[in-house]
């Protein structure tokens, strides 16, 4: 069974370009959770998911930001006209019940 | 991958008692942090301690770091009902990058009123 999956692991995009990052949660895993690291930070959480449905986004900005997990393929995070404010990493994590994680490795996004 | 090892990997506890959670790790870190999951939400960040730092205090948390034995603990004091959930360590390795963050398994801890 892979792991959590994310790609791109690492993503530039100049202001005002969209950024779209993905998530492949394990097999049989129907919750996602995304979070932001900033540099020597701890993660902040955005956004919980299960398939189909935003569970809590009280972490998400409320502009520009958006995510979904379709019933088919991947999560995706998106990030719409980018700023350099959004330079962080991006991590997702997938389980298949509450109170169980499973991290991926991360996307490294830099904005230019 | 996940290189943090929280143990035990369960803990239950009398209310008003002192709960212990240890992490363990591999690589060489630039800093290590707790999590705390309630039921259904998200992480939540508790505390991160540098790698040249000994032992950190907040509220009613204190997190030892010793790099030597790549170990940390947190210990959660005069614990209440409400600190029932799952705590993760996660350790930033040096070098940064997306593959700086790698957390472990959790311990779940169960207070009993």
């Known amino acids: 069974n892979a792991g959590v999956m994310q790609n791109p692991r690492h993503l530039v995009r100049r202001r005002g370009q969209e950024a779209r990052l993905r998530c492949s949660p394990m097999k049989g895993h129907s919750h996602v959770y995304w979070y932001r690291q900033l540099p020597e930070e701890g993660l902040k959480f955005m956004v919980y998911?299960?398939?189909?449905?935003?569970?809590?986004e009280s972490g998400m900005p409320k502009e520009r930001f958006s995510a979904e997990f379709p019933k088919e393929g991947p999560s995706i995070l998106r990030i719409q006209q980018v700023v350099r404010g959004d330079s962080a990493a991006y991590f997702c994590a997938s389980s298949p019940r509450p109170n169980e994680q499973y991290f991926g490795p991360g996307t490294r996004l830099t904005v230019t | 991958s996940q290189q943090g090892e929280e143990d035990p990997q369960a803990l239950s506890i009398q209310e008003g008692e002192n709960a212990t959670m240890n992490c363990s790790y591999k690589?060489?870190?630039?800093?290590l942090q707790w999590y705390r999951q309630n039921s259904g939400r998200g992480l939540v960040h508790l505390i991160l301690?540098?790698?040249?730092?000994r032992e950190k205090h907040s509220g009613r948390l204190r997190v030892t770091l010793d790099t030597s034995k790549k170990s940390s603990s947190l210990l959660i004091t005069a614990s209440r009902a409400a600190d029932t959930a799952s705590y993760f360590c996660a350790t930033d390795a040096e070098g940064g990058g997306a593959d700086g963050l790698t957390f472990g398994k959790g311990t779940h801890l169960i207070i009993q009123p």
């Open positions: 690589t060489s870190i630039n800093n």
């Open positions: 301690i540098r790698s040249n730092e």
């Open positions: 998911l299960q398939k189909e449905n935003i569970i809590d």
